[in-house]
């Protein structure tokens, strides 16, 4: 346990699926030596080219954006599938990417949002836990908090989607869109749950 009138500590913030200058110039790395700072000049002119868009996680507890890591979608999927030839098809990814391209197509503002709830580890003490909502969408003055997910699986899985939704401490819309239903529904906690095609086609869910 943590003393008393003292928050958890906080574990290191390793965010998943993310992309930075350093990872790319990482994985460069291996066939020709680049560095990170030339790599950040090569996604700089992707964006300006229209190519990719950078997508940025804002941390609730400071209040501001982090730095790094961002990530980076691509603003033509048909363009990267030309380009590697079909491969690498990475459902998981495409859908995200598909979902980030619609939020800005209806004229979006979209944000990674950050927050934390206080957790036990394996050795059972209190440590803050950091938890991303893929997507908060904003336009005007409404806000949607959205999750993808290709599958959900089972209940656990369904519990860890549905945790950051909780930290939220208010009642905008939660929505989870998903690849393995077609029917939406509404959970016994007001989430949405909605197939990507449905998703899509509805204009009035954001």
């Known amino acids: 346990m943590h003393p008393p009138g003292q928050s958890a500590p906080r574990t290191p913030y390793r965010p998943q699926g993310s992309s930075s200058p350093t990872n790319a110039a990482n994985s460069l790395n291996s066939r020709q030596k680049r560095s990170g700072n030339t790599v950040k000049s090569y996604m700089d002119h992707l964006e300006d080219a229209y190519l990719f868009r950078e997508y940025r ?26 380009l590697i030839g079909f491969r690498q098809q990475e459902m998981t990814h495409t859908m995200e990417n598909i979902i980030y391209n619609e939020l800005i197509i209806c004229s979006c503002a979209v944000d990674i949002l950050v927050s934390y709830s206080s957790e036990k580890d394996n050795k059972g003490r209190l440590v803050q836990i950091a938890r991303e909502i893929d997507f908060v969408a904003v336009l005007g003055e409404k806000k949607t908090y959205i999750q993808s997910t290709f599958v959900l699986l089972d209940e656990k899985k369904a519990e860890r989607e549905n ?19 077609r029917k939406r529904w509404y959970d016994d906690k007001g989430i949405l749950n909605i ?12």
């Open 57 to 82: 996680r804002f941390d609730v507890k400071g209040k501001d954006y982090f730095e790094f890591p961002s990530k980076y979608y691509c603003e033509d999927l048909g363009l990267r599938n030309v």
């Open 163 to 181: 945790k950051p939704f909780l930290l939220t401490g208010d009642s905008f819309p939660k929505i989870i869109v998903r690849h393995d239903i």
């Open 195 to 206: 197939g990507i095609i449905d998703f899509l086609l509805d204009d009035s869910v954001v």
